[in-house]
């Protein structure tokens, strides 16, 4: 079954440490992107990607990178500069053409500092 | 002002009842509409895209309205599985690129 799989489910982070959270699909999408997710507040941009090799900056990108190397994958790095972490993070992806596409996203993952 | 605005909630409602939500959003070139469903600690899963002329799924009916730039949500008969976190979501198109802006999600309980 086709679908966006993110990983690790749970991830805790160190002070200073930089951490990596994966995103996979198999949908053949050509955008991805990449949400933080704070109690009881809706979803804030971090990245997006169209094409492989391209990406860019979305509301709240300090403190976060991330890559696009293959059409399947775009995993985000929590660096160290980002001082406050703690949230669940949504990766989604959707086809570019038309003008419903729809939006689709991995089951989440939650990062906690130590 | 925020670009997606939702009801404020929680809305905490018997089974059975009719409820709805309202959206409104500030960009005019907003093209395209539609609301999610979060339950805790999941994933947003898209409910229904919301059309000019309005649609209808089962007990849900959504609504735009392009002149005062809102959309709405109504749960007929509502049931104790309705009981979620909805998500009102704005898609622009800027440039080649496009975005989608989510609101802050309102709130739903149905209580036995």
């Known amino acids: 079954d086709g679908g966006i799989t993110q990983s690790p489910k749970y991830l805790f982070r160190k002070e200073g440490q930089n951490v990596t959270l994966s995103c996979e699909q198999n949908l053949n999408h050509d955008a991805m992107y990449w949400y933080r997710q704070d109690p009881g507040q809706g979803l804030r941009l971090i990245y997006y990607?169209?094409?492989?090799?391209?990406?860019q900056k979305g509301d709240i990108a300090e403190g976060y990178s991330v890559s696009r190397e293959k059409k399947e994958s775009f995993p985000l790095t929590v660096t160290s500069a980002q001082k406050n972490p703690t949230a669940f993070y949504l990766c989604?992806?959707?086809?570019?053409?038309?003008?419903?596409?729809?939006?689709?996203f991995g089951s989440g993952t939650q990062l906690s500092v130590l | 002002r925020k670009e997606v605005e939702q009801d404020p909630g929680p809305f905490n409602v018997p089974e059975g009842a009719t409820v709805a939500f309202n959206c409104t959003y500030s960009?005019?070139?907003?093209?395209?509409f539609f609301w999610y469903r979060q339950d805790c600690r999941k994933e947003p899963k898209l409910l229904m895209s919301v059309y000019s002329s309005g649609n209808e799924d089962g007990r849900f009916t959504a609504q735009l309205n392009r002149a005062s730039q809102y959309i709405s949500l109504l749960i007929r008969d509502s049931k104790l599985s309705d009981s979620a976190t909805y998500l009102c979501v704005v898609s622009i198109s800027s440039g080649s690129a496009r975005q989608l802006t989510f609101g802050s999600g309102t709130q739903l309980t149905v209580l036995p």
């Open positions: 989604a992806s959707r086809k570019q053409r038309g003008r419903n596409e729809k939006l689709f």
């Open positions: 990607s169209q094409i492989v090799n391209d990406f």
């Open positions: 960009n005019s070139a907003s093209q395209s």
